[in-house]
């Protein structure tokens, strides 16, 4: 059994796999739908390619879950900051406008995602019943730094963004958690199994804004799925050791360790929780002897536990669809 939505309800020993960034940008079928769609948002809005995107990699590979074909920008986008996919650059969102932000109506919002919620509709529907549709989000924080545009070059965060004005962000990470709510709430209503949060940017918060701009957050989110009976995996990437926190604070039913987490460390003190991923996406490139056998240290540590089979971050754009083949051959292999 494979089913990701009982494994993470039930915590027991099944065995599943699936990828992030599973749909979209290494897959040849992906890049020619790409090609003729130049509006990246807009193509995400198009809820009959988003659902054939979404589909590409279970006809490809039968893999056992799906990730609804979306983006977490979709979430700043519907509440009015227009969002543009510079290439090369990554994504570059309209100014923030505090006032606009705050005065955003939820049923604006629940129109422009409408189309999200139909290509979920219709993914279920096509779907195989035993395999899960995964809907996600961005964590807050996560979005706060695009929204605020708080990236700097070379992995870094220009935090004077948000040092003096600190009631201020806590009104926006309160108001985006309500948005972001609703947002789960309305997927779960059309028929996603399982939501994850990504909060990939929790590495970069300071140690004393951890529980306020990560820890608080994801709790309440985490809290809001646990009450519509639907499990949750959290991925706060590259937060160290502080995982061990997360996990006793938040409890989500899944937490997905990035590929800097020693998965020794994570089996030892991550209690409690359905372990996904780590596998890092960049062993895809290497031959695939060491793709299999830096596989085979996360499958060997988490044999006797529940764990979710994925990476420690998305499959990478230059990614060979033979190697992701392999990979998923050598785990089902090694069951
Ligand atoms: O298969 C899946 O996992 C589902 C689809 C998905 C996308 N984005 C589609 C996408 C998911 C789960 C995301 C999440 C996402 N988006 C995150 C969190 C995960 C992470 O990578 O940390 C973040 C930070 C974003 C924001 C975003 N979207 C960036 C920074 C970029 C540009 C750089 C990049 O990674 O490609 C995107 C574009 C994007 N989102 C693409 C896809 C398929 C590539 C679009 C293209 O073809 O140009």
């Known amino acids: 059994m494979s089913n990701l939505k009982e494994i993470l309800i039930n915590k027991n020993i099944c065995k599943s796999v699936w990828f992030m960034r599973q749909a979209g940008r290494y897959l040849p079928e992906f890049k020619n739908i790409r090609q003729q769609n ?18 590409q990699p279970i ?31 990554g994504p570059k969102l309209e100014k923030f406008d505090y006032y606009k932000f705050l005065n955003n109506d939820k049923n604006l919002f629940n129109q422009k995602l409408k189309p999200v919620y139909d290509a979920i509709r219709k993914t279920r529907e096509k779907l195989n019943k035993n395999k899960s549709l995964i809907a996600f989000i961005g964590a807050p924080w996560t979005l706060l730094v695009y929204m605020l545009d708080m990236k700097l070059k070379k992995n870094e965060i220009d935090h004077n963004k948000i040092k003096l004005k600190v009631e201020q962000i806590n009104l ?37 804004d951890f529980e306020n701009y990560c820890i608080n957050p994801n709790l309440k989110i985490v809290d809001f799925c646990k009450s519509k009976n639907i499990p949750v995996i959290c991925f706060p990437k590259g937060i ?5 926190r997360f996990n006793e604070v938040v409890k989500s039913h899944g937490l997905n360790i990035d590929y800097e987490v020693d998965p020794g460390w994570a089996k030892a003190n991550l209690k409690n929780v359905v372990i996904q991923g780590g596998l890092d996406p960049r062993v895809l490139l290497k031959p695939e002897k060491e793709m299999f056998d830096r596989a085979k240290k996360y499958l060997d540590t988490f044999k006797n536990s529940p764990y979710v089979f994925n990476l420690g971050h998305g499959l990478l754009p230059e990614t060979d669809p033979v190697k992701v083949e392999r990979l998923i051959k050598f785990y089902r292999e090694h069951q």
Do not use: M
């Not at 709510?181 to 949060?197: F, L, P, R, Y």
């Open 38 to 55: 130049q509006d990246f948002i807009q193509l995400c809005l198009d809820s009959k390619l988003s659902t054939e995107i979404t589909l």
């Open 59 to 89: 006809k490809r590979f039968d893999i056992d879950s799906a990730i609804i074909f979306s983006d977490i920008l979709l979430v700043p986008y519907a509440l009015g900051q227009s969002v543009n996919f510079v290439q090369d650059t």
């Open 172 to 208: 926006i990470l309160d108001n985006l958690t309500k948005f972001l709510i609703i947002h789960i709430e309305n997927q779960i209503n059309s028929g996603a199994n399982v939501i994850q949060i990504f909060d990939s940017w929790a590495g970069f918060i300071k140690d004393e």
């Open 240 to 244: 160290g050791k502080k995982y061990k």
